[in-house]
């Protein structure tokens, strides 16, 4: 093990897949010659040459299309998009080929791609580049979608999308790119499967689903109530879909008490999805509403301090497990 | 619209009008050099994109087109919300997230929009804003009006479906659309041989049954002459013109790029050859003006630019309730354009 950031996680994740099997390639805008517009894929133009880590111009649909293509005839393509926000570009492309193409097709043509690309705003950039866009991809049926909160879960889970025959929409937070953590040596092939939450903290007061950027501040908050003597159980999904419902079910059994957080918008989604099941699952053990923290229903605002009122920060969710502990 | 019969180039350029143009360019440079400052200070975030070393185009084009035409570009829009007339104070409380500002905080760098000023937004999705203009270009068509839409984008665009589509429908409608490319030879780090297979954008013109144009635009008298005829065309119900405008950008893409992907020679080079605000300073000088009137031009630029900063480090933070405000119009008239809106 040692220390490494999200983003170099993500980098090695494709360096020993792309050195593990030849028909694995990146393409995307600035992913060669500039190393990526958030560095991600620094390096890798030097290692594996022009031909597998390709250089597009701004076309998200054809480029996106390009790899569906080639994944519908053997070949396993990492599709970046240079954010998230642009792949709305590239929707009909996701949605009505990679996702539906397989059973469209009675299995005749799997699609083994990954769509990656930073997920959800940074800091200011306004409304047209500030997406959370995991609700509009977890709504298709036929695409996985997986959006890994540390460093290790970014390899991890990365390596086993790449090697999926489905098309995976990989969503990296883009704030968490500095992140550091802890990540099995170079080389040490760890794969972490799709569908598996983490529970990442224990606690015996109320269960917290969350990741993301999110997935930080709630362990922030979990800390500073523990001094309260709350004890927060905090469970990283890590893929939405698949969604791991049982371990988060198991632990609301435990705790009785269950929020979301998340940073996409409040109406439907991956968050009001967990409702459900938790619902459904373990609507006998439950001692009060479960109840979410999420972004403003809002486009994002460009002034910081209206951004901070719309992304879920620490205030919203300490009140939201307050008041699901009837403690407010 | 005199400008029609000339010859491009040849248009006398009145003494006047160059030093309202050199006024306006100079405001665009140091606006945005104060910009630059202010986001080291942390006062601007996000992204922000500079026009500098582009001026001309957005100054040359205003002084082609009538204050009931329409504009709209991309993310790189400080220089147009200018000439269309936004206030400096208006664009620099916009990137400092003030409600003062020209989208009242909400939009900053990439998003300024001015109702009243016919100026239809800086947009972030590259190409998308092309489909929009086609749809303003219907609109004066449908109300059979003589208003013409430009619309302006740089060549990276011209490779995505929003630019294909839009141009594709504006061409078979014969839509009162000006398309300008403004080739400043970068689409972010990539240069132009990587990311277009033609090498002449103004090719893709006959495709969609358009005339084009295609020049240097550092020279501000060029560009409103040449400007002007593709909008007396679109204005005689003649259909829209692909113009591509050959220029260069002295920043990086934007500020969060150092640029390493071009070499300091090449841009002090371009620098040295076709800085437009130079140029328009020369044109100034030969047409009659003395060095002192074009000290009080930069002079009166200094004030106002340093009364925008002023002014936009004073006034109010954006609003909360704006934010929530706007998410959805309240009218349910159908009162046809709205033009309101903005500060
Ligand atoms: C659909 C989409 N894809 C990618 C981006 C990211 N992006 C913003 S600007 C840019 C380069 C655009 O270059 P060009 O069109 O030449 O305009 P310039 O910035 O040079 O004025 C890119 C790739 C985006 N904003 N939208």
Known sequence: MREITYRDALKEAMAEEM??????????????????????????????????????????????????????????????????????????????NAAKMYQMSAGQYPVPIVFRGPNASARQVGAQHSHAVEPFYCNVPGLAVVYPSTPRDAKGLLKTSIRDDNPVVFLEGETLYNVKGDVPDAGEDETIPLGQARVVREGRHVTVVTWGRPFYTVLEVANRLSGEGIEIEVIDPRSLRPLDTDTIVQSVKKTNRCVVVHEHWPYGGPGAEIVDRVTRDAFDYLDAPILRATNLDVPMPYALHLENKVIVGPDRIEKTIRDVLYKS | MGSLDMQPGEAPAARDELARMFHSMQLIRRIEEEAARAYVQGKIGGFLHLYIGQEAIAVGVEAAIRKTDWIITTYRDHGFALTRGTSARGVMAELFGKDAGCARGLGGSMHMFDGPNRFLGGHGIVGGHCSLAAGVGFRCKYLKNDEVVLCFFGEGATNIGGFHEGLSLAGLWKLPVVFVCENNMYSMGTPLERTLPAKDITDKAPGYGMARDRFEGQDVIEVRDRIAKAVARARDGEGPTLIEILTYRFRGHSMSDPGKYRTSEEVEERKRKGDPVRIARQRLLEAGASEDDVARIEAQVEEEVADAVKFADESEPAKESSMLDYVLARTTSGDGPREGGGA
Not at chain 1, 27 to 32: I, L, Y
Not at chain 1, 47 to 63: K, L, M, N, S, Y
């Open chain 1, 19 to 96: 050195e593990r099997d030849p028909r694995v390639f990146v393409m995307g805008e600035e992913v060669g010659h500039y190393q990526g517009a958030y560095k991600v894929t620094r390096g890798l133009l030097d290692q594996f040459g022009a031909e597998r880590v390709i250089d597009t111009p701004i076309a998200e649909a054809g480029f996106a299309g390009v790899g569906v293509g080639a994944a519908m005839t053997g070949l396993r393509p990492i599709i970046e998009f240079m954010t998230w926000n642009f792949s709305f570009v590239a929707f009909d492309q996701i949605v009505n």
